[in-house]
């Protein structure tokens, strides 16, 4: 049986998701407050890695959105992403937990997703956005199909919270108990290797993540053609 997180231990009542959800956020919470008070010209090393950061952030919301929308949507990729990836860089840390390695977690992400992006749809285009699941062919001899596009297109975006949230829960699921595994086996050199191969994982799952947020909101907003 795998031992009980340090967070679990001190507050045995919160379950251990929760609290680690809880550290992610104060964590992030604290070293942007550590940033924004200490703003210089000539930048720290932590004010590089920021600005770095936030450039790499934006560079891909432009990409996958566009300039028009990359800087309404640039605050939502980036919470999601700097929450992920300390989220998961916890699980890597002896005593404590991801917390996207819990489903109550990654679907509490996937979730308004889906619902943000759908909202956008709906607010860009007004019921004109219902055009996006029609398919390529719009003629009256063509509405049977027509028909059978508006279920199949529904029913892959419905499907889309799920497969964000299994990916990422499964992942870092999958991470966690490898870690845990080799650990109790080889407690010197395998998790040592696992460790990069672990923290590789984290930031690729986080940027999964991310991007397909971005994907599916660009799907949403851009002109139906």
Same mark, same amino acid.
């Given at each position: 049986?795998?031992?009980?997180?340090? +967070?679990?231990? &001190?507050? %045995?009542?919160?379950?251990?998701?929760?609290?680690?959800?809880?550290? #992610?956020?104060?964590?992030?919470?604290?070293? #942007?407050? !550590?940033?924004?008070?200490?703003?210089?010209? !000539? %930048?720290?090393? +932590?004010?590089?890695?920021?600005?770095?950061?936030?450039?790499?952030?934006?560079?891909?919301?432009?990409?996958?959105?566009?300039?028009?929308?990359?800087?309404?949507?640039?605050?939502?990729?980036?919470?999601?992403? &700097?929450?992920?990836?300390?989220?998961?860089?916890?699980?890597? &840390? %002896?005593? @404590?937990?991801?917390?996207?390695?819990?489903?109550?977690?990654?679907?509490?992400?996937?979730?308004?997703?889906?619902?943000?992006?759908?909202?956008?749809?709906?607010?860009?285009?007004? &019921?004109?956005?219902?055009?996006?699941?029609?398919?390529?062919?719009?003629?009256?001899?063509?509405?049977?199909?027509?028909?059978?596009?508006?279920?199949?297109?529904?029913?892959?975006?419905? #499907?889309?919270?799920?497969?964000?949230?299994?990916?990422?829960?499964?992942?870092?699921?999958?991470?966690?108990?490898?870690?845990?595994?080799?650990?109790?086996?080889?407690?010197? !050199?395998?998790?040592?290797? @696992?460790?990069?191969?672990?923290?590789?994982?984290?930031?690729?799952? #986080?940027?999964? @993540?991310?991007?397909?947020?971005?994907?599916?909101?660009?799907?949403?907003?851009?002109?139906?053609?």
């Amino acid at each position: 049986m795998e031992a009980p997180s340090f +967070l679990h231990m &001190i507050f %045995p009542s919160i379950p251990a998701y929760v609290s680690h959800s809880w550290l #992610a956020m104060v964590l992030i919470i604290v070293v #942007a407050l !550590i940033v924004k008070n200490n703003l210089k010209l !000539i %930048p720290s090393a +932590l004010q590089n890695v920021m600005e770095v950061l936030f450039e790499f952030l934006r560079g891909q919301a432009q990409t996958s959105i566009g300039h028009k929308w990359a800087d309404k949507f640039l605050p939502l990729l980036g919470t999601l992403f &700097i929450y992920i990836l300390v989220g998961n860089f916890l699980g890597l &840390i %002896p005593g @404590f937990e991801s917390p996207t390695s819990n489903v109550n977690v990654t679907f509490s992400m996937a979730i308004p997703v889906f619902f943000i992006y759908q909202y956008m749809g709906f607010k860009v285009h007004g &019921i004109r956005y219902l055009e996006h699941f029609l398919g390529p062919i719009r003629n009256v001899y063509a509405i049977p199909f027509m028909m059978f596009m508006f279920v199949v297109e529904w029913i892959t975006h419905l #499907a889309r919270p799920l497969t964000l949230g299994v990916r990422l829960f499964g992942n870092m699921f999958g991470k966690h108990l490898l870690l845990f595994v080799l650990g109790m086996l080889a407690p010197l !050199i395998v998790p040592v290797a @696992f460790l990069a191969l672990g923290t590789l994982v984290s930031v690729l799952q #986080a940027y999964v @993540f991310m991007l397909l947020t971005a994907v599916y909101i660009a799907g949403a907003v851009e002109e139906h053609h």
